[in-house]
């Protein structure tokens, strides 16, 4: 059975040209109606629809797949039975959707409980995240942190291309798009001072990336080749990674960021497989000096996937301040997972994997408004005639990602932030 | 209602002298016999106890806890009632198996599916561990640390005294008591070369620490004031951090430890509750500069357990290796906790916050290998006339605590961690 859904199949749903969301899409959340249950849903243009009802009805039938897994408010159920049954399931929904199928589009569109506007639900967090990693994997990111704040001359620390750096983050405040975060609070060393002040951050930042969702547990003490990696890697999400600077220069040495990160990371509601982004597959940059065995891969394992980024404040419109796309990646995904496993850690379903701030080699693909904004030397005007150095309070944060060629557009949606003011 | 169980009291279920066990213990764990269900149990002396059986026979009726919660792999459900319920459970099994009760003796005694003999049955992870952070916590450590591989003079970072500095830790990989961890392979940079090579540690080492588990949720955003830190504590555990110091010295700059810790974090299998320990509350180290407010505190939160680590070779006699104690922390829980919810980041029940490396001043004091064989210039005698400067395949490393005073003595048992070659 192919990966793919084929790119000329089109839906009886309507789907508006430029929609994120074509019948080969396909992906996975979680919503609720009201009050309801949360159920497991995909979406086609701007219509949700109920996986739970439509099992419920029969038409999932067939797959071996128990109704329950559909009825829980976390994707983990769904992924645990692992990417073949994903890949029958999505292959099933577009059998179901796809325009000829009028015996479908008759039952289906009478049913009450099956379809839903985008508008009238509530997308919540897809899963139950088990442990989160934060990779650091974009050169220019490295680069340009690195030249900001230790040596120019120097710029890339000496293990940065023989390994993809990476560090465990905090799982329990990553939440879905659209839930405000109140500015942190902690302790920050002013320039002149030799001993720290307790404040609201001054610099609130966000971090452009992309996070993989792995989908299938592995035994303490083994490891994941590159070749394999893939297999254990359902699909992606943007993901927000919200970043207090002024309290993450005092609090990272020697261990690294801390409270400077786990006040709230922000991801998409719905996760793009694998499958559905195959035909944007790209080769990544080349990797000189060459990696140890365990890095070597082969085939391509990046992928062109546009990344916009928006500052609105209150009462704005929309100011574009980033346009990074995640082909830039210098390490890949399948790298990252190999080198997370090479000591034996063990993964599980529902690990969420971020690749770091994806920065591109121009100035207006920077990730983060630290490099945006050059360390506040270059601001960024807004509509207003007010500036930004970092995220103002009632500003929202918005990333959009979606891969384009003719006749082909999948996309993620967006990952929408608040800031509020410190509690 | 008082915290603690009588120091005069005594069971009907035998207790040795010396037993960590008392009947003033009562600690919560999860054990399985043969092939059963896990079930949450207590011990006392050598007897473990089975609480759903126990519940079963009505003996836990009237404490408004559904037995259901007992009949868990996990004791997550248990501590989600909160620490007031946990504390009436440990009160009724004080009532219970006090030796006044002959009624209960009889009833329980004649039972086949209540008391199991410690040596028959198996202990489980006891925690679905949520987050895990580790702390550096000890004075003496991060000064050790700091001296041998930054700047004598200067071996405290200017943070230190400021913030209980802590990192996040990876959770899928604790596990129990008991479970083999195979030495963990990766990149190693030799000292004269410029490029790494993949390799197995050769530099495996323990951290004697404590872990504190959290047994309340808290909203993201809302911050845990050091007054109230200790009701969202249930009980503490002994915690070997095992480390691959080779691993972590090229990897660490600048994100911090990662793949040198992932490999696997062994806890003890009881948590032994806070109230059990009351008696054993003393003072912490005076703490010099003045710690900004959120930082402050009443009363006493540091505790005297005594710690002794001891390295087993194959065939060979235990060799102790290190006695400390968990009241050398410079920085306490109560105070640990503030500061990693000052940011507003969320809490959950069964997260795991480790105490880092516990070192006391005494060179027979220090908590890890890297400090005990002080780099490799002190290495320890072995029965069999070999040395360690780490820890070699086929060594067991044993972690044991206890608190004790004239009439009373409250212990963990142990943690016990084969190592074993390299896949």
Redesign the interface.
Known sequence: MGRMIETSLKSWLPVEPGSDFPIQNIPFGIFRKGVGSPHAATRIGNTVIDLFALAEHGFLDGLGINPGSFNFKYLNPLFELGKQSCRSLRKQLALIFEEQNTRACDRISSATDILYSASVVQMLLPLKV??YTDF?SSLEHATNVGIMFRDPANAL???WK??P?????????I?VSG?A??R????I?PLNS???V?SPTRELDFELEIAFITSKNTA???SVSTDDAEDHIIGLLLFNDLS?RD?QR???????????K???SVVSPWVVTLDALEPFRVKGPVQE?EV???LKFSGDHNFDIQLDVFIQAEGQPETPVCHSNYKFMYWNMAQQLA??T???????VG?LYASGTISGPASDSFGSMLEIAWKGTKPVKMPDGTERSFINDLDTIIMRGYCEKPGLRIGFGEVATKILPA?
Request: aromatic residues 12%; hydrophobic residues 30%; proline residues 11%.
């Open positions: 088990g442990d650091y620390l000496p293990n023989q390994l750096v990476g560090y465990h983050g905090r799982s329990s405040s939440v839930t975060i109140h942190p609070k902690g302790q060393k030799e001993v720290p307790f303490l003490g083994s207090a309290i005092w609090e990272y040495v020697p261990l690294g960021p801390f409270l400077s786990s006040f709230g000096p140890l065995p365990y080198h997370q090479v000591n034996g850690c063990n993964i599980k690990d509690l």
